[in-house]
Each structure stands twice: as structure tokens, then as C-alpha cells.
């Protein structure tokens, strides 16, 4: 018995002296990282996790460790991080910078990094704008939809003309309001807004203009064929190949039949990646197993890499692919419809 006993001091003393340890370990972990004081601007942008926001702060020297700066974030429920602006300093301990920037009012200015990816639909990125700011979603979509203020951007901007004003698109701004990071107010309107996403698309069109006044396409014809190859891959190397494929088929006299243009034609019906394989007949002015050439208009908000494909597709002899939804996602182009067929066969069956 004394010796059971004495095995089991011996473990307790263990055990006490390594929480005792982690203790030490962790409380000089979470403490300041310098003792004199060292301002430093950091951006927290929205939507970060809070583990990559605390990966950050060690990064550029605010904490000194972000595995036990998480511990803490946990213990005190301090993970409720708010995007802004923040000056820092790296004599504060880990909870000082932890609960100063989970209060917004800390932020410095009330700018607010905004980032739109790429592909995204203007309903989506006016949602986006909603959470950000005091502008609503649906005070977006009316200004994007309002011929008085259409016409003035028309006037403003070169790239913009009257293909907008159609009717039948869901928003007629649709493919002009650029995906990137912009620093936006909190209190702002949903006309400034507006003008920061123009003046983004405004920057990329300069840069193209030579090669877009070289093609065949007017800047909305562009648009509008960009949109549907950035919704068929996001992968900047498939999109050449993508542009490819579509232009042989106008070139042949085929349609584009693109199952996207299905998606953005269910819109609001849109759920899920297979209700656009399963409704090629619906009517739209989108659907492009319909009716003949591009769909009516965009049917997102294009990247710059989606643009310069359609500019300059690769040269194949292409007329079909698909994506291996199961595999790797690789892209699988075929020149004829039984190759097509036999690998859908082979990669979606």
C-alpha cells in the first residue's frame, strides 16, 4: 500500500508540476511582447477567421503567440472580431488587443475593407454591402436599376452605354461592378458605393482598351462573354480554353449552350449546381440552349482573367468540355461530341 501510495504522490506531483508548467508557459505566452510602447496599424479584413486574424498579429509583431492567444480568445470569449482599421501596440497583452478589437467603435476610421470575389452576382455584393455598411441590399439594387442614375453613369463612364438600360436583365449594372478590395465608410450611400465599384471596373477597361477596340466584340458583348466563362471556372488557366471552346461554336454556327447562363436565368429559383443541368428548357432570354449567340447580358461580375481570355482565347479545336466535378476539378475539353460524351461517361457517371 505504501508503496501505491507513494507511485501515486509521485504522479500527482507530475501532473502539478506540469500544469504548473503549461501555466508559466501560457502566461508569459499571452503577456506584452515588448515593455516599451510601439504603435502599429493593422487591417482586420472582413470575414477572417479569428485564428488567421491572431496568426496576423504575431506576424506583424503585436503578440507573441497566437496558439496561446487563441487559448485565451476561447477562455474569454473573445472571438467576436470586428473588420477595421486598428492602431495596435505591442506593449498591450493579448486580451488588451483581443478585446479592443472586438469593439468597432476602437476602429480608427470608419472605413471598412470591403472584398468582392471574383464571379460574384450584384444581388450577392449588394447583400455584401448591407452587412458592411448603413446602405441596405435593396437600396443597391434600386440605384442599379434606375434609368435616371444609368444615364448619368453612362455619360460619366466610356465603357458603360444604352445595352444597360434592357429590361429583361435582373440588375442592369450586372458585370460592371468590379471584384476587389475597396476601403468604403460605414456611413455611407449606395451612391458612393456605386462609384467606387464603376471606378474599379473604370481602371481595369483603360488597361484593356487597345485590346478591346482590336476585337470584335463592343465592351457589353465582352462583359457579358467574360461573365460566362468566369462562371464556368474560376481557374484563371481553364478560361482560355473555356473562350476557345465558345468561340469555335459561334464560329461553327452552334450554340453556346452553357448550363451557367441556365443558373443565372433560374435566379432567384437558383439553388443548386444541378437545377441547371436539369432545366435547359426554361424560358429566359439568358438560356443559351434557347437562343443563339451570348446571353441577353452578364450573368456576374467578371474578373480581369475572365476578360483577357475572352480577348485572347487559346487556340484549340475545341468545341466541348466538362469539369471533373469528382475528381480534381480539371477541366476536360474534346473536339468532338462522342469524345464529349464518352467523357461524361467516364468522369461524371
Known amino acids: 500500500m505504501k508503496k501505491s501510495y507513494k507511485i501515486i504522490i509521485a504522479i500527482a506531483a507530475v501532473i502539478v508540476i506540469a500544469v504548473g508548467g503549461f501555466f508559466m508557459v501560457y502566461r508569459s505566452s499571452v503577456s506584452p511582447l515588448t515593455s516599451e510602447s510601439n504603435q502599429i496599424t493593422f487591417n482586420v479584413a472582413e470575414n477572417t477567421a479569428p485564428n488567421t486574424i491572431l496568426d496576423q498579429l504575431q506576424e506583424q509583431g503585436v ?7 487563441r487559448l485565451l480568445m476561447r477562455l474569454k470569449n473573445l472571438s467576436n472580431i470586428k473588420a477595421g482599421v486598428y492602431i495596435l501596440d505591442s506593449s498591450w497583452s493579448s486580451e488588451e488587443v483581443l478585446t479592443y478589437i472586438n469593439d468597432a467603435s476602437n476602429a480608427e476610421s470608419d472605413e471598412v475593407l470591403m472584398t468582392i470575389p471574383e464571379g460574384l452576382w450584384s444581388k450577392d455584393i449588394a447583400a455584401k454591402i448591407e452587412e458592411l455598411t448603413n446602405v441596405s441590399a435593396q437600396e443597391c439594387l434600386d440605384l442599379w436599376n434606375d434609368e435616371t442614375f444609368l444615364r448619368e453613369m453612362i455619360d460619366k463612364y466610356e465603357f ?11 440588375v442592369k449594372l450586372e458585370g460592371y461592378l468590379y471584384p476587389n478590395s475597396y476601403f468604403i465608410y460605414r456611413d455611407t450611400t449606395a451612391r458612393e458605393v456605386t462609384l467606387r465599384l464603376l471606378d474599379g471596373f473604370d481602371t481595369i477597361y483603360q488597361s484593356l482598351k487597345e485590346d478591346i477596340e482590336a476585337s470584335d466584340y463592343s465592351v457589353h458583348e465582352l462583359v457579358t462573354f467574360a461573365s460566362v466563362v468566369q462562371f464556368e471556372s474560376g481557374n484563371p488557366d481553364d478560361m482560355p480554353i473555356i473562350a476557345s471552346v465558345f468561340t469555335n461554336r459561334f464560329e461553327a454556327g452552334m450554340k453556346m449552350e452553357s448550363s451557367v447562363t441556365v443558373c443565372y436565368a433560374l435566379y432567384d429559383e437558383f439553388n443548386d449546381f444541378q437545377d441547371c443541368e436539369t432545366n435547359p428548357d426554361i424560358e429566359s432570354p439568358y438560356n443559351t440552349y434557347l437562343y443563339d449567340g451570348l446571353p441577353v447580358g452578364p ?8 476578360l483577357n481570355a475572352v480577348l485572347h482565347p487559346a487556340d ?6 466538362i469539369s471533373d466535378v469528382y475528381g480534381d476539378q480539371k477541366l476536360i475539353p474534346a473536339k468532338t461530341y462522342e469524345e464529349h460524351l464518352a467523357n461524361v461517361e467516364k468522369y461524371l457517371k
Open 160 to 170: 458603360l452605354d444604352e445595352s444597360i438600360l434592357n429590361d429583361a436583365y435582373h
Open 316 to 321: 484549340t479545336e475545341y468545341y466541348y468540355f
Open 63 to 69: 503578440i507573441k503567440n497566437s496558439f496561446f492567444s
Open 299 to 306: 450573368v456576374n461580375n467578371p474578373s480581369l482573367d475572365a
